[in-house]
């Protein structure tokens, strides 16, 4: 899967309708996020804000198993954007689950990796930026959406082979019952487990006719965004996913770019940048990032920026900001 740079999230207009059928206003959540009104009901919202989105949803409904089942279940078909209709209408699940996968990169901050293997299909989620995840509540309704797509693709009452999160998700009974399998919240991965021969089963949903006028137009857009992402930014990228603990350097990077790093540099030179450059840039948006977070101290923001020692985080950011980073959060 290719990597998405930008992280600034979309929030479709159907999320807000879907949180109307359950009696929440954005309003409820302007104020729950401590966030403007202005603010969430921009058609781009960053990170951060996404994240606080998804926690006031959370709080306002009080238990996470209790909102992931009410938001899956709930959502009116009338309502999925365009990349969900394909999903919907594709000839089978696992062709909705690759459209899935491959789409996800359009809509940032979580990514999907799919292995299919013996009998089963393993469906991991993953983050953009490693050292922030996100909300419970999010974990939950996306991997809650894969079975949900399924069972209302194929109108059968498919259930899961093994689930599992990293952290706690609520009244486990409650997911258990919607699952139908046990659900493991001490796991190191947040993954969905199917039977990989449901993976076979038809869409009732099918409509080749869509599918001729949704896929070339979502490939289109998937593509120009491909094309129109920088050395810079596809660079600026991998040093985020890849910052906590350790400082990235260019041979890693070319590498995984598949180039040398002699070219890499020239490419970054073209674009009037360089790798120090953006080293920089990097660890000092990240580090503005994690400080809006109030539950990480300074020293777990050090450390996920790349600074092994809190002093010289501290000097760095100084010179970034002119201020500590104590102060400056605070004045935020």
């Not at 970054?268 to 809006?292: H, I, P, S």
Request: aromatic residues 8%.
């Amino acid at each position: 899967m290719q990597p998405q740079p930008n992280d600034r999230i979309k929030v479709h207009p159907g999320f807000w309708a879907g949180l109307h059928q359950l009696g929440i206003g954005a309003d409820d959540i302007a104020r729950t996020a401590q966030l403007s009104l202005e603010t969430i009901n921009r058609p781009v919202v960053t990170q951060s804000q996404y994240f606080a989105i998804w926690q006031a949803y959370s709080d306002l409904i009080g238990d996470t198993a209790e909102g992931i089942i009410k938001l899956a279940t709930g959502y009116e078909i009338s309502k999925y954007p365009p990349p969900v209709l394909a999903m919907y209408h594709a000839r089978d699940y696992r062709d909705a689950l690759n459209r899935m996968v491959r789409y996800k990169q359009m809509c940032p901050p979580e990514s999907l990796q799919i292995t299919e293997a013996r009998e089963e299909c393993i469906i991991e989620l993953e983050w953009l930026y490693k050292g922030q995840p996100g909300p419970p509540l999010l974990v939950g309704i996306t991997l809650a959406f894969l079975i949900e797509l399924g069972r209302r693709g194929t109108v059968q009452p498919l259930i899961a082979k093994r689930v599992e999160f990293s952290q706690p998700m609520g009244d486990l009974s409650t997911l258990e019952a919607y699952f139908g399998c046990q659900v493991d919240t001490n796991s190191n991965h947040n993954r969905l487990t199917l039977e990989r021969k449901d993976l076979s089963l038809p869409f009732l949903s099918y409509n080749e006719e869509l599918l001729e006028i949704l896929t070339p137009a979502l490939d289109r857009s998937l593509d120009e965004q491909e094309s129109n992402r920088s050395v810079t930014e596809v660079v600026k990228w991998m040093m985020k996913r890849s910052l906590i603990g350790k400082r990235p350097d260019i041979q890693t990077v070319a590498k995984e770019l598949r180039m040398s790093d002699r070219t890499l540099q020239r490419r970054l030179t073209e674009e009037n940048t360089n790798f120090k450059q953006l080293l920089t840039e990097a660890r000092r948006e990240q580090a503005r990032e994690y400080l809006a977070d109030p539950s990480l101290d300074i020293k777990e923001v050090a450390f996920l920026v790349g600074y092994e020692d809190q002093n010289s985080f501290y000097r760095a950011f100084k010179t970034w900001e002119g201020d500590t980073p104590s102060n400056w959060r605070v004045r935020q």
